[in-house]
């Protein structure tokens, strides 16, 4: 048996080590998925506005195929990133909201109280002022819901930009209202923006659903087994007409909370196998009853959120950006019957109507006494957050997609309008938080 003593690390290993602490130094940092995000879109629209913008549509339209037999499935990249990726993405909103719902901000009524009046603030007045600028514009009034959303990973990576002198309440009143904001978005999407519903696609629904409830009261808390009912779900509203990235959130909220460890590796599991290793009593089968141990201790939500959230904040969302945020400027006709209000109507609605929306409508409620602020919470941590809440970028473009899927000019007017108004957004959330942790006094 080799000592530790004897054993000299490889410089090679060392290195390996060091890259795993700088990953998950990496991926606790809010603000370094932000910064990744606006530097894939800001790759995008270089390369849309280059010489080398046929190779981006190329890129786009990348043609992938699977086969199995007789099967043959055609697709694009552009797909592949739009409609089965980004239903990752909704699985991590998915599960968050799951948590939330079960032991944090959701979870009492009061708490949530607040955040979830200011959400609903922060969508009807962005919409109705969109609408006030577009209505007469053609087809331009179909994108009244791209300014409503707030894209959590910016607007809280912008926030932590700002440092620890931010209350934690500001943090969570934000992260509340992101949530709401995207729970909304959720059912815009679901009730305005998919086709004709096809009852077909209903049976596969269906399906996957009594499944997934079936393995769970079975005791099966793996996550590769759900792989079989996620495509049905996902197939189903496929071919139902509902957008099927929708998939992620029908499953992120099924996602259990409480842990539930088996006989064999639970508790017991972890005793009689350290007993074992103890003993230098076959040690790797003993290794693996651990793992097993360890997984089966922690609730599928947080192993989900834990084990997707990287992938999410570090590839799918970049590839979202890289493939959506893509707007040739120069092939944009300005005399297109909408442009111009579609842009400014998004521009105006995000930059403005969203802090009006919240901060007026919390006002109120706190004025005429409906609700009441959380500790160390103030008017001025709403209205640094209100102007952050402005920051729509991943939720308002897959919108802006969806909406002008049959209108390419005005789809790429809007993508326009969601980049300036969330720049701006944020810029103005970055510069009033430096104001106000200025002025703030300093705590002794």
């Not at 530097?39 to 010489?51: C, G, H, P, Y």
């Not at 959400?119 to 300014?147: E, N, R, T």
């Not at 297109?336 to 969203?354: N, R």
């Not at 002008?404 to 007017?413: E, R, Y």
């Amino acid at each position: 048996m080799i000592q530790n003593s004897s054993y000299k690390i490889h410089p090679l290993q060392k290195i390996t080590e060091r890259g795993m602490q700088y990953y998950q130094l990496i991926r606790g940092i809010e603000a370094i998925g932000g910064a990744i995000l606006l530097l894939f879109a800001a790759i995008a629209l270089v390369w849309a506005n280059s010489q080398y913008a046929d190779s981006y549509a190329a890129f786009l339209h990348t043609q992938i195929a699977f086969s199995l037999g007789s099967i043959e499935i055609k697709t694009d990249l552009h797909f592949i990133i739009n409609d089965v990726l980004m239903t990752l993405f909704f699985l991590a909103v998915g599960v968050e909201v799951r948590k939330e719902i079960h032991d944090g901000t959701l979870a009492d009524l009061k708490s949530a109280c607040l955040p979830v009046i200011a959400a609903c603030g922060g969508v009807i007045v962005p919409a109705l002022i969109y609408l006030s600028i577009s209505l007469s514009a053609g087809q331009a009034h179909q994108g009244w819901a791209i300014p409503t959303a707030t894209d959590i990973a910016f607007a809280v990576g912008i926030l932590a930009l700002l440092g620890k002198r931010i209350p934690a309440s500001a943090r969570i009143f934000l992260l509340t209202l992101a949530i709401i904001d995207d729970i909304i978005a959720v059912l815009i999407i679901a009730l305005f923006y998919s086709s004709g519903l096809n009852a077909t696609g209903a049976i596969f629904v269906v399906m996957g659903l009594l499944l997934v409830f079936i393995m769970q009261r079975m005791g099966i808390f793996s996550m590769l087994p759900y792989v079989v009912p996620a495509c049905l779900i996902w197939y189903g509203l496929y071919i139902t007409g509902v957008h099927p990235s929708l998939a992620g959130v029908i499953l992120g909220l099924l996602t259990p909370v409480a842990v539930r460890p088996s006989s064999q590796h639970g508790f017991n599991g972890i005793k009689a196998a350290y007993e074992q290793i103890k003993k230098q009593q076959d040690c790797v089968e003993s290794s693996k009853k651990l793992q097993l141990a360890n997984r089966e201790l922690h609730s599928p939500v947080n192993r989900v959120s834990y084990a997707f959230s990287p992938w999410v904040a570090f590839l799918i969302m970049p590839l979202f950006a890289l493939a959506n945020a893509g707007v040739n400027l120069t092939q944009i006709n300005f005399d297109y019957t909408g442009v111009y209000s579609v842009i400014t109507g998004i521009s105006i609605a995000l930059i403005l109507g969203k802090p009006l929306g919240i901060f007026l409508i919390t006002w109120l409620c706190v004025r005429i006494g409906i609700a009441q602020f959380p500790a160390t919470f103030n008017y001025r941590w709403l209205l640094l957050v209100s102007c952050l809440a402005g920051i729509g970028f991943t939720m308002s473009i897959f919108t802006a997609t969806l909406a002008f899927q049959l209108d390419p000019i005005l789809m790429d007017a809007s993508k326009i309008g969601v980049l300036i108004g969330s720049i701006i957004s944020a810029l103005l959330g970055l510069a009033i938080g430096i104001y106000f942790l200025k002025t703030e006094p300093r705590k002794i």
